[in-house]
Antibody, heavy 119, light 110 residues
């Protein structure tokens, strides 16, 4: 069955960096695009970034552009989110989500990993 | 990119029908039939319930239906059940190849 398992969250000071991972299993990883979506405590969903199946195309929300980088390792079936220059407002649960690319939607989601930016 | 507009809350009694609206712009909902809807229980990951405006994934109850007119999409839940009490989010593809979510709607089944 399709599984997406995020890891790498934790408490980090403002201005520091953190890298999230999302390990995928149960399907052909290279045939799908992937997104990171975040949810601040008690708030709604916010789209963060997308990467296409080949890793050559990416796109970002304005709120993270220039600070976050999405990437993937198709040999390891793993998605990443490198987060630099973290701010308090980046505090959220970060979800990875699969995108079939034939139609743009999120068909499977991981359970999320919490990132807390605090001094 | 501004969030899509959803009502903060809706409520209904078991057996009734409710509709949640999702209003965007010509940069997203109005241009593409790529609106999807997600159900989220507290502390859980979102789950896809509608894609491409009105299509249901396998396993999703036919009590959930979607539609769109102009810049506004809608999710209708018929025959409300207590287990439908959750948060609901719409999402759309945009003209800049990004995605945008609505602010979310809390459904209370009275």
């Amino acid at each position: 069955q399709v599984q997406l398992v995020e890891s790498g969250g934790g408490v980090v000071q403002p201005g520091r960096s953190l890298r999230l991972s999302c390990a995928a299993s149960g399907f052909n990883f290279i045939r799908y695009g992937f997104h990171w979506v975040r949810q601040a405590p008690g708030k709604g969903l916010e789209w963060v970034a997308v990467i296409w199946f080949d890793g050559d195309n990416e796109n970002y929300a304005d709120s993270v552009k220039g600070r976050f980088t999405i990437s993937r390792d198709n040999s390891k079936n793993t998605l990443y989110l490198q987060m630099n220059s973290l701010r308090a407002e980046d505090t959220a649960v970060y979800y990875c989500a699969r995108d079939p690319l034939t139609l743009p939607y999120f068909d499977y989601w991981g359970q999320g990993t919490l990132v807390t930016v605090s001094s | 990119q501004s969030a899509l507009t959803q009502p903060a809350s809706v409520s209904g009694s078991p057996g009734q029908s409710i509709t949640i609206s999702c209003t965007g712009t010509s940069s997203d909902v109005g241009t593409y039939n790529y609106v999807s809807w997600y159900q989220q229980y507290p502390g859980k990951a979102p789950k896809l319930i509608i894609y491409e405006v009105s299509n249901r994934p396998s396993g999703v109850s036919n009590r959930f239906s979607g539609s769109k007119s102009g810049n506004t999409a809608s999710l209708t839940i018929s025959g409300l059940q207590t287990e439908d009490e959750a948060d609901y989010y719409c999402s759309s593809y945009t003209t800049t190849s990004t995605r945008v979510f609505g602010g979310g709607t809390k459904l209370t089944v009275l």
